[in-house]
T-cell receptor, first 113, second 114 residues
């Protein structure tokens, strides 16, 4: 069975600083994808970044980067130069080659001025 | 390219009533997913469609829940005889249908069962 764990229920970060959100996963599938989504208070899930299990390089998308350590089964999200608009709930998710995503419990990020 | 849309955005109903939600995916996206999210939790998978075929259903989807995607475009999720435990955010997502594809979510429908 697949499992996603986010151990940080909440974090405060100062504006312009970097923050790392932890995500560990467990799966026996050789092929899988790891995703990060942002959910503001409005409720919509916004896709941030994707990492495939066979990708050799860590994914980056603007201020978002994914620190993928396959042997440790971790896929941490790094947000650089935090902005006030980054305050939201962040979810790590895992999926197989197609089909459903399994989500972690999320981490609430609050960016302070 | 418009995003995924869902209607209604909010629904308040009395226990025992039936409700139906609609999801319009991104055009030409073959796969459509339904998730349910309760307060303080991550979304949980309910079901998904490849075109008009319903390919997988979660055990969460009791016999009071039914989903359709009759023409492979929009989808409906119906809950019959609603219970207070059905109160949640219902999220719809779509993806192009390629390997390891990203799912793009709609704004969700918040259901409150009184």
């Amino acid at each position: 069975a697949q499992k996603i764990t986010q151990t940080q229920p909440g974090m405060f970060v100062q504006e312009k600083e970097a923050v790392t959100l932890d995500c560990t996963y467990d799966t026996s599938d050789p092929s899988y994808g790891l995703f990060w989504y942002k959910q503001p208070s409005s409720g919509e899930m916004i896709f941030l970044i994707y990492q495939g299990s066979y990708d050799q390089q860590n994914a980056t998308e603007g201020r978002y980067s994914l620190n993928f350590q396959k042997a440790r089964k971790s896929a941490n999200l790094v947000i650089s130069a935090s902005q006030l608009g980054d305050s939201a709930m962040y979810f790590c998710a895992m999926g197989r080659s197609w089909g459903k995503l399994q989500f972690g419990a999320g981490t609430q990020v609050v960016v302070t001025p | 390219d418009t995003g995924v849309s869902q209607d209604p955005r909010h629904k308040i109903t009395k226990r025992g009533q039936n409700v139906t939600f609609r999801c319009d995916p991104i055009s030409e996206h073959n796969r459509l997913y339904w998730y349910r999210q309760t307060l303080g939790q991550g979304p949980e998978f309910l079901t998904y469609f490849q075109n008009e075929a319903q390919l997988e259903k979660s055990r969460l989807l009791s016999d009071r829940f039914s989903a359709e995607r009759p023409k492979g475009s929009f989808s409906t999720l119906e809950i019959q005889r609603t219970e207070q435990g059905d109160s949640a955010m219902y999220l719809c997502a779509s993806s192009p249908g390629e390997n390891q594809e990203t799912q793009y979510f709609g704004p969700g429908t918040r259901l409150l069962v009184l």
